[in-house]
């Protein structure tokens, strides 16, 4: 793989690093293939729990590489979108750890990820609109899902940067450290979860991002085979009988 | 029996874990373990935090000893006012890791430390005394002064209202407010910027800014020491 994008694999957190800091660290082909052959490794390695989404150098990613794009490079992987990640983002949680600006692509690759965590220096937005384009990767859908509506509009509409700790404000990040801190946060916050039971941490992050298109009088009975395979499972009998003989649980992951 | 303080010393980064598995009272055997902790720290450590149980960084005096009465009790008054006036005076940087709550005595502890990291659930910070049908000491009301807004200083000392973590950062409390999960994290964040201080410099301008305090406390216990042993005569 090329060194455009980093992976590292350490105790089951897989922390993979956008590292083009000459360009801050913008998506070109070399990086968006990376980063989808990462998303892809992520939800097959059974020892891999958890990814950690980030940028080298301070700077999370300021979007498409315009100058790539002009060249003929495609910043986007077939069946995962934009950045190999934005159309189809992983089965396991992913988080990103936010620096600098994540702008435009680098805003939409943020938000596709289920949790974000950011240094005070962090800087969130949208500007496409600026340059008479569209957030196409998941910028206008997400956004409006993921704080409200009104809100939504106006990142989009007018283009403007928004700081992290509007974005803390706004429920659009969970963390906000001092700058620099985020990738550690970021690892604290994944060490909690990895502490969890697997398929507890997989099915609920499935029945959350699943059920955002789920009718109100179906969405228990479309909820119930997932709650059923949880409920037979052997770490739910582990995780309950731990909790008994308090003990931290061993996870066999079935 | 366990020690009450654990005393970690590590990369020059000196812990203080208090525990005494309930509620962290400050009795007589926690105060001198704590000051024997800070005795070890200021030899061998630059930086030292003081860390609380979870769910409890300190409930205040233990209330046994009020309630067995005897010399006991002026002890622990007096040791409880001079451990937070050795705080406040101590050379090197004292992070305060609030785990959960810090009531009376706990809460004046946390406010004599210098930078104070508090968990954003699960803590509530009160100076009870009022609401006991006690006077708060002299020394205490210096340390509130120095460090709590002076509207939140006015409802949380003469009308012992508790507050939440949210309130209590914005009354000074605490100067940032943490999940209890990244308590560690936050607090070796801290300990790594703060052992790139010089040391000598961190203490001279520590006395410096505290001078006025400082003096003001050593003036304060004194008054108190004399009003408890006018209490104790009658």
């Not at chain 1, 956004?143 to 706004?170: C, F, K």
């Not at chain 1, 992050?205 to 969405?219: A, F, G, R, V, Y």
């Not at chain 2, 809460?107 to 100076?127: E, M, P, Q, T, Y």
């Not at chain 2, 003096?215 to 009658?234: F, G, H, P, S």
Request: charged residues 20%; glycine residues 8%; proline residues 4%.
């Amino acid at each position: 793989m090329s060194d455009e994008v980093r992976v590292i694999i350490n105790d089951g957190i897989m922390t993979v690093t956008i590292n083009r800091p000459e360009a801050k660290n913008a998506v070109n082909a070399a990086v968006a293939q990376g980063i989808g052959a990462a998303m892809e490794e992520l939800d097959r390695n059974p020892d891999v729990r958890l990814g950690i989404l980030t940028g080298a150098n301070n700077v999370f990613c300021s979007g498409m590489d315009l100058k790539a794009y002009a060249r003929g490079e495609s910043p986007f992987v077939e069946g995962r979108g934009f950045g190999g990640l934005c159309s189809l983002p992983p089965k396991k949680p992913l988080i990103a750890a936010v620096e600098g600006f994540a702008l435009a692509g680098g805003f939409e690759l943020a938000i596709a990820c289920d949790l974000i965590v950011a240094g005070d220096n962090a800087r969130f937005g949208t500007p496409e609109v600026k340059v008479g384009l569209i957030a196409g990767a998941g910028g206008l859908l997400r956004t409006s899902r993921q704080i409200p509506q009104r809100v939504a509009m106006e990142l989009a509409l007018t283009g403007e940067m928004i700081s992290a700790a509007r974005a803390y404000e706004l429920g659009l990040i969970n963390r906000i450290v001092n700058s620099g801190g985020a990738l550690n946060a970021a690892l604290t916050l994944a060490r909690v979860i990895t502490a969890n039971g697997p398929l507890a941490v997989a099915a609920s992050k499935k029945i959350i991002c699943e059920s955002q298109d789920w009718l109100s009088d179906e969405m228990f009975a479309q909820q119930e085979p997932l709650l059923r395979a949880i409920a037979n499972s052997k770490d739910a009998i582990e995780g309950a009988t731990a909790f008994a003989e308090k003990r931290r649980p061993t996870w066999v992951g079935c | 029996m366990q020690s009450l303080v654990r005393y970690e010393l590590r990369d020059d980064v000196a812990t203080l874990w208090m525990d005494d598995g309930k509620a962290n009272v400050m009795s007589v055997a926690m105060l001198a373990a704590l000051n024997e902790a800070l005795d070890r720290a200021e030899k061998q450590a630059k930086v030292v935090v003081l860390y609380g149980r979870e769910g409890s960084f300190s409930g205040g005096f233990d209330l046994s000893v009020f309630k067995r009465g005897g010399p006991e009790v002026l002890t622990m008054l007096e040791a409880g006012m001079r451990l937070c006036a050795r705080l406040v005076e101590y050379p090197l940087p004292v992070i305060a890791a609030c785990t959960g709550h810090a009531v009376a005595l706990g809460a004046f502890l946390l406010l004599s430390c210098d930078l104070r990291i508090g968990v954003n659930a699960g803590a509530r910070f009160h100076i009870n005394e009022v609401r006991n049908g006690m006077t708060l000491p002299h020394l205490t009301l210096e340390i509130c002064r120095e460090r709590l807004a002076p509207a939140q200083l006015h409802t949380a000392t003469t009308l012992g209202l508790p507050f939440t973590p949210a309130s209590a950062l914005a009354a000074g409390f605490v100067d940032e407010l943490v999940p209890a999960y990244a308590m560690q994290e936050s607090v070796l964040r801290y300990c790594a910027d703060l052992l790139t201080v010089d040391t000598k410099s961190f203490a001279i301008n520590k006395r410096r800014v505290n001078a006025k305090v400082i003096q003001a406390m050593a003036v304060a216990i004194e008054e108190d020491i004399a009003e408890w042993k006018a209490l104790a005569n009658i």
